[in-house]
């Protein structure tokens, strides 16, 4: 059956399109080749996460070897440990026919909104960046009544952010401005590459103002929240980039954050920070953040699965079956808790 599938292109699965992934990883029912095929690969996977569990002696549970972190992959760790163990323990891969199925459509709107600010702030115009961005998810990752829906609908607030960026750029003098600004920094807070051995804490900012006074204006772009839900939710991840441009990029004299919704066209910034609290509270709390999600973790002796809404964005939620009293990965919960023992001294 496996060969069915393996024959079969990802584009021929996708095309089918009755096929959930939920379904072909719960039912038991056959509902054609492709589907058995897709089953069989499904408990391939699992099994796979069993015996690469099982062939795995040992993880060092500390803040060096579980990194280098990111805002994301510390949520990940304080929220779901079973998560944070698949994803970046084992690094688990979905494999390429089920990821297929999984619905990436509401990151996919985001990941273009994203990229049509990206190109404005580089240098493009409105259209530009919208023509530029069509071209690269549709069809390959949006339909064109996805794009039209979702996208298109948002042009008017783009290009008032737009407005409004030039309008402050023109009050203000601005030394120097970033988008996409991927950072990196060392365990003793000094500047390195992203990809570098030596990376401790990384971090991909949405957009930077650098200013001639020695501050920095940050923004994150997010499509879906509502603005009226204010920053407070967003307020661990945009504490957590001024730090990292303090240290990673520039020594800064202060900084102020805030989210631009996409969808209500609405820029929400946070109180301004100086630098004494950038590099003492703030810092401190990424470090204290990071060892209490690791604490958390070792006094639980397991990568415990702690369910939430969290569970909706998992990748591995179609195995994981968590709200379920036999999840299926439950033994595998189960089977962590030897990296937590206790070692004899010989
Ligand atoms: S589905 Fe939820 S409980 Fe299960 S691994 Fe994912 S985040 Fe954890």
């Known amino acids: 059956m496996l060969k069915v599938v ?16 939920t379904d072909v990883v719960e039912t038991s029912e056959t509902t054609g080749e492709v589907n058995e095929g897709l089953k069989e690969i499904s408990k391939e996977f699992l099994e796979s996460l069993y015996t690469q569990t099982k062939a795995l002696e040992d993880v060092a549970m500390d803040e060096i070897s579980l990194g280098p972190w990111s ?29 297929g199925e999984q619905d990436t459509s509401a990151a ?7 990229r049509i600010l990206e190109l404005i702030f580089k240098g493009y115009t409105v259209a530009d960046a919208y023509a530029g961005a069509k071209k690269e998810f549709v069809p390959e990752k949006l339909s064109e009544e996805m794009w039209t829906a979702n996208i298109e609908t948002v042009e008017y607030n783009i290009t008032q952010f737009k407005e409004r ?3 402050f750029k023109q009050r203000h003098k601005v ?12 365990r003793d807070w000094k500047a390195t590459k992203f990809f570098a051995a030596d990376v401790w804490l990384r971090g991909v900012v949405d957009f930077v103002i650098l200013l001639d006074n020695g ?22 991840q945009l504490d957590s980039y001024k730090p990292l441009i303090n240290f ?28 004494e609290e950038i590099e003492g509270k703030m810092k401190n709390l990424i470090e204290w953040n990071i060892e209490g999600a690791i604490e958390s973790t070792k006094e639980a002796k397991a990568f415990e699965h702690r369910v939430g809404n969290h569970c909706k964005w998992c990748e591995f939620a179609p195995w994981c079956k968590a709200k379920k009293a036999d999840g299926n ?7 962590t808790s030897k990296f937590f023992e206790i070692k004899k001294v010989e």
Not at 91 to 97: F, H, M, S, T, V
Not at 248 to 270: H, Q, Y
């Open 165 to 167: 960026i030039d309008s």
């Open 248 to 275: 990673g990029l520039v020594p800064i004299k202060g900084a102020t954050s805030g989210v631009g919704f996409i969808k209500d066209g609405e820029i929400v910034l946070d109180q301004f920070t100086d630098k």
């Open 175 to 186: 030394k120097k401005v970033y988008t996409e600004l991927r950072l990196g920094i060392t």
């Open 6 to 21: 393996q024959t079969v292109s990802g584009h021929h699965i996708k095309a089918r399109n009755s096929i959930n992934m």
């Open 71 to 99: 805002h994301s992959k510390l949520k990940v760790l304080e929220k779901c440990p079973l998560q944070f163990f698949l994803k970046y323990v084992l690094k688990a891969k979905i494999p390429a026919a089920l990821a």
């Open 108 to 114: 996919d709107i985001g990941s273009a909104a994203h």
């Open 215 to 236: 501050d920095a204006m940050i923004l994150d772009w997010k499509y879906g929240p509502p603005a009226a839900g204010g920053i407070r939710n967003f307020k661990q």
């Open 329 to 335: 990965l439950k033994d595998l919960e189960k089977s």
